[in-house]
């Protein structure tokens, strides 16, 4: 996009526009934009709210933002609130704070350190988790990362390499330690701790501490820790 | 739908191909969405797929990944259809604009044989619209002939044509985009289409022949 040929828009109190192309757009108030929005940055540090669908270079949400439409932007980066209502398409997405998707969300990257909720499917080459995420959809990526800092949930996981680890040392409050719930999951190696699933399949299937698993079902190898509990494997 | 279906680890037995490649395919867009077929069985939800088409479809990726990166594949996979050429002949034989729609319009390419998207969409439009059996052939000549003038919304695929009728007259409108629109009570709406929906069933009735 082209810096020198739109101007920007800032709003420093309360303002509302229609919508348009910017250079720059920066909300430190209240914001409201009544319409699509193209630019290259968009930082919110105050409250916001863009009926549209918003395209960018770079989204920073550091206060509060609701975003009707649709997102696309190269990144993302959440550090307050955001609400996104369609479909969220980036590069790299960062989530530090609280991020909702009504759509489904496609990124190269995603780096996961506050609360991820979303509605449909996330695609990514890479997720990476060191918080707490509801995933309404299939969780397809190449390599996923889970580290659980709280109770997660997906409906399907699916990829190349799935690694979930409880976090640190939990031995004192094991009663209360944190768990991955999923219906199926699904990669060539996957290595699980407190993981509650109905099925698991894949080449390789590490089944460790802290897991219930219905039925493994593995094509190479599979070693389950002697506190997990699995109903039912199969070598295929 | 009587066609074969497949189960996930059948297929992934009869290919060789491991649940990791399965799902970045997915990811790259190299096997459609449709194809992922939900369904229950005793040990839960598991997927299936049509057999022959995935088989096919596998097959064509396997035998291109040496030369090909994913996206390059994928492109080949799914062309981008808006920058697609097709002979007249072939338009009619594969029935997105029947032989008589496109006799009305012929003399307006009397050389071309070989038509944009963009024209195969204007042709698509205005055939839909005949096929309502709510429009006279004069009619769909004047739509034809509005769709020409704004070409735009035809290029961009926006907005809806509408044609009202009231007492044996019609009115046709192209609108940007439509909310709502009120007509008087004794005015029909015989015909109501988003052009960019058009679009869509046009790619997908050109892709059936082309794959």
């Known amino acids: 996009m082209d810096r020198k040929e739109h101007r920007d828009f800032v709003v420093a109190g309360r303002a509302s526009t229609a919508g348009g192309e910017f250079d720059r757009v920066s909300i430190q108030g209240d914001g409201h934009v009544d319409g699509d929005l193209t630019c290259t940055e968009l930082k919110c540090h105050g409250k916001s709210h863009i009926t549209g669908n918003v395209k960018a270079s770079d989204v920073k949400v550091y206060g509060s933002t609701r975003i009707d439409g649709r997102v696309e932007s190269e990144e993302l980066r959440v550090r307050g609130h955001a609400e996104i209502g369609g479909h969220l398409s980036c590069r790299q997405m960062e989530a530090e704070g609280m991020l909702h998707v009504g759509g489904p969300v496609t990124a190269e990257e995603v780096t996961l350190e506050g609360q991820l909720n979303v509605k449909e499917d996330v695609e990514a080459e890479s997720f990476s988790a060191k918080g707490v995420f509801t995933i309404d959809g299939l969780l397809n990526a190449g390599q996923i990362v889970v580290q659980l800092y709280g109770d997660c949930r997906a409906k399907e996981i699916g990829g190349e390499k799935i690694e979930v680890r409880k976090k640190g040392f939990s031995f004192w409050f094991k009663p209360f330690s944190h768990h991955l719930e999923v219906d199926m999951i699904e990669g060539d190696e996957v290595h699980l701790e407190n993981t509650r699933a109905n099925v698991v399949r894949g080449n390789r299937v590490i089944i460790g501490p802290g897991c219930e698993i219905g039925l493994v079902e593995y094509h190479d190898h599979f070693h389950r820790d002697h506190s997990a509990k699995v109903k039912e494997s199969k070598k295929l | ?211």
């Open chain 2, 1 to 211: 739908m009587d066609e074969k279906l497949i189960s996930k680890k059948e297929l992934l037995r009869l290919t060789g191909i491991s649940y990791g490649q399965l799902y970045r395919w997915k990811r790259k867009n190299l096997i459609p969405e449709e194809w992922f077929i939900r369904k229950s069985t005793y040990t839960g939800q598991e997927t299936f797929f049509p057999k022959q088409k995935i088989l096919d479809r596998i097959d064509k990726i396997k035998r291109m990944k040496d030369d090909l990166s994913l996206d390059e594949i994928a492109e080949r996979l799914s062309p981008n259809l808006t920058k697609v050429m097709l002979p007249v002949e072939e338009i009619i034989k594969r029935n997105i604009v029947s032989k008589g729609v496109w006799n009305l319009f012929a003399d307006e390419w009397t050389e071309a044989k070989t038509l944009h998207f963009e024209e195969i969409l204007r042709l698509y439009v205005v055939a839909r619209t005949l096929k309502t059996g709510n429009v006279s052939l004069e009619e769909a000549r004047r739509v034809w002939s509005m769709l020409e003038a704004h070409a735009s919304h035809i290029r961009e695929q926006k907005g809806e044509l509408w044609i009202i009728r009231k007492m044996g007259i019609a009115i046709s409108l192209l609108t940007d985009s439509v909310q709502e629109l009120h007509i008087e009570a004794d005015a029909k709406v015989v015909v109501r289409l988003s052009l960019a929906q058009c679009a869509e069933e046009l790619k997908i009735s050109m892709m059936d022949g082309g794959m």
